[in-house]
């Protein structure tokens, strides 16, 4: 009762097929084979790049700038309830 019998995955197949067609599910087969490729490129070009590239430089510091109090600005972690 644990896991599913092969009929029960045949009858899920053929409800799958009977909803998509078989036309359709080629096309999602065909579109899912050809991300995979894609991203096995993607991960292939990223390592040789990672490799070949120069060492990585300091990241740059931010710049913050002192702000001025308004009348109008409320600081909303020193507003209390009251």
Same mark, same amino acid.
């Given at each position: ?55 990585? %430089? =300091?990241? #740059? !510091?931010? /710049?913050?700038?002192?702000? %001025? =109090?308004? #009348? !109008?600005? /409320? ?8």
């Amino acid at each position: 009762m644990g896991s599913f019998s092969i009929w029960h995955w045949l009858i899920v197949l053929l409800v799958v097929v009977l909803i998509f067609g078989t036309k359709k599910l080629k096309n999602i087969g065909a579109d899912l084979g050809g991300a995979v490729k894609g991203f096995k490129d993607g991960v292939k070009g990223g390592q040789e790049a990672a490799d070949s590239a120069a060492p990585p %430089t =300091a990241p #740059a !510091q931010q /710049v913050t700038t002192a702000r %001025t =109090a308004d #009348a !109008q600005t /409320v600081d909303v972690e020193a507003k209390t309830k009251g």
